[in-house]
């Protein structure tokens, strides 16, 4: 019958696992092992082709950046749910504002939930005229992010909260880092203050914390000894709720204050003035997301937090020390009837009658 090099049967045990010296039974046999073969191979693909579509199915996956302050994690954790309740797969990308830009240009991120206009309207406006974001709603929120102390300051240094106190009474806030400057402690975020001591003439040397946490455990030790410390804050935070104490303020902001140098009492320098007072908080996606996740960029269109409702978030995790995913959890759990009605929009409900008919083919 059918002769076999040793080689040939070899290989075939190799296959099969199973030895056989018998020739006769040797056509069964390759009979067996192609059925074997072709078992496997529909195996392997019927487990291979979930994974491939998986993969191809990028209109399924949305990444949403994470920051470095509480509410904006917060706030993150709870779009990640909301999209998994509609069947997106969300990962998060970790970020600082300066390189979250490039990463939503890239489509590296897709999501940003929090843009603050003290620290990233300049940013933002560049990048929603070239088209890398687009816009996604703003929160109703006012808010403001600015130089800040404890209420017991004031009467340290009584011209406060008017700004030229400062000018005064600086030497309040010496520290060994900054002597003989003293110390304004910043955050990770905001680049314009240096410009802001530059154009106001202030004897101040900025100071930045690497991240929220370890800005409040600094203002922490101040506020528990009662010594004056002067720091970047913001609102809505949970500070405000928390501590008595009031924002610097610096002469009122206009765009020109920073666009041009003559404008304000410093004719030689941009940024003599403050922050916004009433800023905005706006949400934006990168520029794929309106098109290829529809759903997606409804729910984050509808997603709107108040001033009290991310308050309440961020003492829940600053000052009662519950971790984030416990934030979340608990939000998501006490506010079902509010983010059922976010994910249930036009774009969402086309999406699960898809899902549906995809389920049922
Ligand atoms: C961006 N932040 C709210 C920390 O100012």
Redesign the pocket.
């Known amino acids: 019958m059918l002769s076999r090099t040793d080689k040939e049967l070899s290989d075939l045990e190799h296959i099969n696992y199973i030895s056989f010296t018998d020739s006769s039974i040797e056509l069964g046999h390759r009979l067996a092992i192609s059925l074997r073969i072709s078992i496997l191979l529909c195996l392997l693909l019927s487990l291979g082709l979930p994974n491939l579509s998986n993969a191809d199915n990028t209109q399924d996956k949305v990444s949403i950046l994470k920051?470095d302050?509480t509410?904006?994690l917060v706030l993150a954790e709870i779009a990640k749910h909301l999209l998994e309740q509609k069947g997106y797969h969300v990962k998060f990308v970790n970020s600082n504002?300066r390189q979250q830009w490039p990463l939503l240009k890239r489509e590296v991120a897709n999501v940003q939930i929090?843009v603050?206009e003290?620290?990233?309207a300049k940013e933002l406006e560049k990048a929603l005229k070239k088209g890398h974001v687009v816009y996604a709603g703003d929160h109703p929120v006012k808010?403001r992010?600015e130089w800040w102390y404890p209420e017991y300051v004031e009467k340290l240094c009584p011209g406060l909260p008017h700004w030229r106190a400062l000018l005064v009474c600086s030497n309040l806030f010496l520290h060994p880092a900054t002597r003989p400057k003293a110390r304004y402690l910043g955050?990770p975020?905001?680049k314009y203050d240096e410009s802001k001591i530059r154009a106001l003439g202030l004897n101040f040397q900025l100071i930045k914390s690497k991240n929220?946490d370890q800005l409040w455990k600094e203002v922490d030790r101040y506020i528990s000894r009662q010594e004056p410390i002067i720091f970047?804050n913001?609102t809505p935070?949970w500070v405000e709720a928390r501590i008595k104490g009031k924002f610097v303020e610096f002469p009122e902001y206009a765009p020109e204050c920073i666009s041009d140098p003559s404008w304000g009492i410093n004719t030689k320098y941009p940024w003599d003035c403050g922050n916004p007072k009433a800023g905005w908080l706006k949400k934006v996606v990168s520029s794929s997301i309106p098109k290829r996740a529809p759903c997606a960029f409804e729910i984050i269109q509808k997603f709107e937090f108040t001033n009290n409702m991310i308050s309440e978030l961020v003492a829940m995790v600053d000052v009662d020390k519950k971790d984030i995913v416990f934030a979340k959890s608990w939000w998501l759990e006490t506010n079902q009837k509010l983010w059922k009605n976010w994910i249930s929009g036009e774009k969402c409900q086309a999406r699960q009658a898809n899902l549906a008919v995809d389920i049922d083919s």
């Open positions: 920051n302050w509410s904006q504002i929090e603050w003290g620290t990233m808010t992010e955050g975020w905001d929220s970047f913001w935070n």
